[in-house]
């Protein structure tokens, strides 16, 4: 038995990254799953190989996501659950954001959680009830800097979780949101946190060379997260995935309207020895 036998859940973002990991988990547990992205030859091999359902979704879309419930419902009668896991970020000082990027980020991580909310309220309220899970951050209860906007969307993600579960719950349906730190994934990899080496143009791409460069910008990250992370480390994916499972399941039947921080310890402070 699967603790997600019967069910039926809209994984966002899962073409890669959590999102894969959670449509990939989702489905072992024994739930329908719904795999949304808009990177569709990536997201159908993910379907493909997992045995679930390919949408196309921008989640900044209103018709998209009213395709993608209409999808899930066609394909399997009915709908229990949404991960709102879909997420970009963009690395920039406030003063130093452009509108349009401001605009971009709040795009999908704020307007794609909130339509995610308003788009499956009615299919899982006729289906008795069900669950949302929605992707803030850490970030979403701190501030960080060089990463404004996406801190933010994800301050917002919180503040959508805990009114609609308030406005929900009568319906039977719970949402709880996933705060989670540096994650390795295509997004936040860490590596991506260090400069990248000055290329010359005219020199001979030297693979030889790139892999050393990679290796070494991977290691200083890792001397970094050591600093930072009391357990010493960068997140994965899996443990993300882990931790939406429990709030989709019936193990977290008694909770709704809560963020849960899963940082390896970096939000409860800074170690001086």
């Known amino acids: 038995m699967g603790k997600l036998d019967g069910r039926v859940v809209i994984v966002t973002g899962a073409a890669r990254g ?17 795999v949304a992205d808009v990177l ?10 997992i045995g679930a359902l390919y949408v196309h979704l921008d989640v900044g879309e209103e018709a998209d996501w009213q395709a ?13 659950g949404l991960v709102n896991n879909a997420g970009i970020l963009r690395f920039n000082t406030l003063t130093d954001t452009p509108l349009d990027e401001f605009m971009q980020v709040v795009r999908v991580n704020q307007v794609g959680c909130f339509l995610g909310i308003k788009s499956v309220a009615a299919a899982l309220t006729e289906a008795g009830g069900g669950t949302i899970v929605n992707t803030a951050s850490y970030t979403g209860l701190t501030g960080m800097a060089a990463v404004g906007t996406y801190t933010a969307t994800k301050h917002a993600v919180l503040g959508l979780t805990r009114v609609a579960a308030l406005e929900l719950a009568g319906a039977g349906i719970r949402v709880n949101a996933v705060c989670p730190g540096a994650i390795d994934t295509a997004m936040t990899n860490p590596a991506l ?3 990248e080496p000055e290329r010359d143009p005219e020199r001979e791409r030297d693979p030889e060379r790139e892999r050393d460069a990679e290796t070494e910008r991977d290691r200083s990250s890792e001397r970094l997260y050591r600093r930072l992370v ?21 193990d977290s039947s008694y909770i709704t309207g809560q963020p849960f921080v899963i940082d390896g310890g970096w939000l409860a402070g800074v170690s001086v020895v």
């Open 40 to 49: 569709d030859d990536r997201g159908k091999a993910v379907a493909e190989e």
């Open 18 to 34: 959590q999102g894969e990991q959670e449509a990939r988990l989702f489905r072992a547990e024994g739930a329908e799953v719904v």
């Open 230 to 250: 009391p357990l010493g480390r960068i997140g994965r994916p899996e443990e993300v995935a882990r931790l939406a499972l429990f709030l989709t399941s019936r």
């Open 193 to 195: 946190l260090d400069p």
């Open 68 to 80: 993608a419930v209409a999808a899930a419902r066609t394909a399997y009668g009915r709908l229990d």
